[in-house]
């Protein structure tokens, strides 16, 4: 059974780097797209980005400037960097396993999130 | 950048009654990038629906989806004490991807 798991600080300063790592247990990170989406508290689901299992990604416009996935899979991870945070970069953050089969997309699996809080 | 409109916010229904929710999307998809989500509080959102009316592994027939183009529904036919929580719809039709603000299914 395929698990994701978020590890990483729950607290960053303002203006650092966010930076979070996604561990696949139960099966192979190959052949799959894999996702981060976060969360601010009482709010709804932003998408981050995605990663290729080859290395190839596609990012949200609105974060673009300040993220970067990479994918290590001799360690069957993945992960987010986010620079130059600000206390409304504070949420749970959500590695997510991207399903694409034929025309259709989903994320099918989730991690159980990790809050992170941005502040001094 | 698609928007999605989730109507109504908060529904507030009995166990046993049938849930009807919407999702407005702002400008034509193909129904295969449409997906919905249900999340309790403290818990990682669940994939319900894909492809706009596939239910996904595990999700039980009382979850149906349907829609195409701009509109779409996720009904819930008859509810249980387990299925009060939010449900978002997102789309992964262009980038980048987005997701609906999402409708709570509350106990009346």
């Known amino acids: 059974q395929v698990q994701l798991q978020e590890s990483g600080p729950g607290l960053v300063k303002p203006s650092e780097t966010l930076s979070l790592t996604c561990t696949v247990s139960g099966g192979s990170i190959s052949n799959y797209y894999w996702s981060w989406i976060r969360q601010p508290p009482g709010k709804g689901l932003e998408w981050i980005g995605y990663?290729?299992?080859?290395?190839?990604?596609n990012y949200n416009p609105s974060l673009k400037s300040r993220v970067t996935i990479s994918v290590d899979t001799s360690k069957n991870q993945f992960s987010l960097k986010l620079s130059s945070v600000t206390a409304a970069d504070t949420a749970v953050y959500y590695c997510a396993r991207v399903r694409r089969i034929a025309d259709y997309w989903y994320f099918d699996l989730w991690g159980r999130g990790t809050l992170v809080t941005v502040s001094s | 950048e698609i928007v999605l409109t989730q109507s109504p916010g908060t529904l507030s229904l009995s166990p046993g009654e049938r849930a009807t929710l919407s999702c407005r999307v702002s400008q034509s998809i193909s129904s295969s990038y449409l997906a919905w989500y249900q999340q309790k509080p403290g818990q990682a959102p669940r994939l319900l629906i894909y492809g706009a009316s596939n239910r996904a592994t595990g999700i039980p027939d009382r979850f149906s989806g349907s829609g195409s183009g701009t509109d779409f529904t996720l009904t819930i036919s008859r509810l249980e004490p387990e299925n009060f929580a939010v449900y978002y719809c997102?789309?992964?039709?262009?980038?980048?991807?987005?997701f609906g603000q999402g409708t709570k299914v509350e106990i009346k």
């Open positions: 990663i290729y299992y080859s290395g190839s990604t």
């Open positions: 997102q789309q992964y039709g262009s980038s980048p991807w987005t």
